[in-house]
């Protein structure tokens, strides 16, 4: 969450103060490891920002199959139904001259199944930009996320090109996300991205599979979306997805790690929509 809130700064304009969104997305069945054992997931997002601050929560929803046939669990119950996040950041960026910005993010979250204790992780970046010509521009900087079992110090690289035509195309490419994009008009746009997600969770009291535990996510997601904006307010977003290179690994409740799996490549979908008041 860092790394992308910091990285879309850069290719951002200001617009008004309070906006809302809310997506939807869904992730076909995969297994684990080649077995029989799987799952597929349903998520929803909705977020609230006002001037420089958003609030957010997110929950996915997890269809099992065949859960004899898992590599973790009690091959009975689900491992896990839901898992949720709450999340509050600030993030902004200002020009100190016609070359060179300036940017940062900073936040909390907490992600959990179901208890909250021990979940909270913090989450601090910013940087410079420096515009190399009307089209292009870069930015760097560093980005610092924290949590009871995990530490990470990440550099913050980007470059944009043509961004805010009305037409034509521009690209932003940096980490963990890209994305390659045509206008069509003002209206229409469609655009080719792909990021790197990362997620940490605190499983339940009674988990059947960590009890007290973490539960670890990563994988890359490919998308290609059609974007219609009808008017400066309303912003909708659509279409398919590819996730590859997911690992799911667990920790006990002193961070330590336990086992780890990887799970198969699948296709997905997302819809998403927002209003800016």
């Known amino acids: 969450m860092l790394l992308a809130a910091t990285v879309a700064l850069g290719g951002q304009d200001g617009g008004c103060p309070v906006s809302i ?46 859960r004899t046939g898992l590599p973790f669990g009690n091959g009975v119950d689900d491992p896990w139904d839901q898992l949720h ?6 993030h902004d960026r200002g020009r100190i001259n016609s070359e060179w910005g300036w940017f940062y993010v900073a936040g909390v979250s907490a992600a959990y199944e179901e208890e909250m204790d021990d979940s909270l992780g913090m989450f601090v970046g910013g940087g410079a930009s420096y515009a190399l010509s009307d089209a ?5 900087g560093v980005g610092v996320a924290g949590h009871k079992i995990r530490w990470a110090v990440v550099p913050i690289l980007g470059v ?33 991205a792909g990021r790197v997600e990362y997620d940490l969770w605190r499983l339940a009291d009674d988990s059947t599979v960590r009890s007290k535990g973490y539960l ?52 997905g979908g997302s819809f998403s929509i927002g209003y800016h008041f």
Request: proline fraction near 3%; hydrophobic fraction near 35%.
């Open 85 to 90: 996040e709450i999340e509050l950041s600030a």
């Open 160 to 192: 944009m090109w043509n961004q805010g035509v009305e037409q034509g195309f521009s690209a932003r490419i940096g980490f963990p996300e890209a994305e390659l994009v045509y206008r069509f008009d003002p209206q229409w746009a469609v655009h080719l």
């Open 21 to 66: 969104s809310v997506e939807t997305g869904i992730v076909s069945d995969a297994d684990y490891d080649d077995r029989e054992g799987g799952f597929s997931v349903l998520q929803a997002d909705v977020s609230m920002t006002y001037d420089i601050l958003r609030l957010s929560y997110g929950v996915r929803s997890y269809d099992w199959n065949d």
């Open 136 to 140: 292009w521009a870069v930015q760097m």
């Open 216 to 267: 670890e996510e990563s994988g890359i997601r490919v998308g290609l979306y059609g974007d219609w904006t009808p008017t400066k307010e309303l912003f909708v977003r659509f279409g398919p997805e590819f996730i590859f290179a997911r690992e799911t690994t667990f920790y006990n409740s002193d961070g330590d790690e336990q086992n780890s799996y990887n799970s198969g490549a699948t296709v």
